[in-house]
């Protein structure tokens, strides 16, 4: 039987992965534990062939989960009624369909694993796990994203105990803590929460930051960034003087809302200084034809590494809600715009997600 499986979404979630196997000094990152790198939300296949060359993990997986609008029969399942019954009939049928259809993509044998580990369990790998009542334990998908949004809560609006007592049972599935297979979750702060779950368990990340020798910060470099020198050097030499950082985001959806974002952050908080931008993975747009008064940070990474590279600085980070702001130490200043700021862009509805 193998040690431990983690099942990644996200660059940051391979970074956090990273960080708690160096955490465990002599029983970790040394091939013991597997790591499976989802594609259903993010393309990480690049990383797979340095995360295997790293000796860190024993194998690496690619996990082809799908998306539920891969199953156009499901969509009938989640309309909204306003007779709570008829609601909770076809979230229980949608619960085990959606498990169903997943089971041919979910070609790791996960019953192998002493410990299963999941981030964002709100995607098909929850539902599946439940489904074959395999324990696993959850983590947080971004540093403190409950304070911004709580999936369990806005998901599951109207009569939301009764819900996470049916999940309990496994009759249905809610994320985050609250399936009848989810051991734990780890968060890192429960202080800024608005709602608590028996179920989570704190793990600060910063100390696992803090811990990282400086060998280990150069491997993960080496695994998120082929060029790292390269990119130090080029860096290093505009990120000088008056210079800001701006963090994108996939949100709106619209594309022509984002444009505007950029144009008119540069426009207001940006005046007299060169600008570097940093795409967020998600976020397609070609920054450098947008602007090309600015640098556009090429590649895809947790912005947290950039910790990591000595004789980096910025006068600024601007974000709109940004999770990863607070673990920014190579700036002076760090505006986080909050999610309030994409009010003028589109309908509040879209992103208003503390009303729960």
Known sequence: MRERIYVCHTFYNVYITLLKEFALGEAGAQGQADIALSTISSDLS??????????????????????????????????????????????????????????????????QYRDVYVYCDSDPIGYYLNYKHIYYHALED?????????????????????????SSLNIIFIQNGYGKYCLDMEINDLSCLRHTCPKYKVVPRKPLELALTREQK????????????????????????????????????????????????????????????????RDLIDYGTLRPDCTVIRGKFPVEILNFLEGIHFQKVISIA????????????????????????????NHNWRTV
Not at 142 to 166: M, P, V
């Open 46 to 111: 690049p990383l797979k062939e340095r995360l295997e060359a790293s000796g860190i993990f024993g194998q690496v997986f690619l996990l082809d989960e799908k998306k539920d609008s891969e199953f156009p029969e499901l969509a009938k399942y989640k309309q909204s009624y306003n007779n709570i019954l008829r609601h909770l009939y076809n979230r229980i049928v949608y619960t085990k369909k959606l498990a169903r259809r997943e089971e041919p993509y979910m070609t790791i044998d996960f019953r």
């Open 142 to 166: 971004g540093l403190d994203c409950l304070k911004y949004l709580d999936g369990a809560h806005y998901d599951n609006r109207g009569h939301f105990r009764l819900k996470a007592f049916l």
């Open 218 to 281: 150069q491997r993960i470099l080496r695994i998120f960034m082929e060029d790292a020198d390269d990119f130090v050097k080029e860096l290093g030499e505009k990120a000088q003087g008056d210079c800001i950082l701006f963090l994108t985001q996939p949100h709106p959806q619209s594309v022509k809302a984002r444009e505007q974002i950029c144009h008119d952050i540069i426009r207001d908080y940006c005046q007299g200084a060169h600008v570097m931008i940093k795409p967020h993975p």
């Open 322 to 349: 940004t999770t990863a702001l607070d673990t920014i130490d190579f700036a002076e200043e760090k505006i986080n715009l909050g999610d309030t700021f994409w009010d003028q862009y589109e309908d509040p509805e």
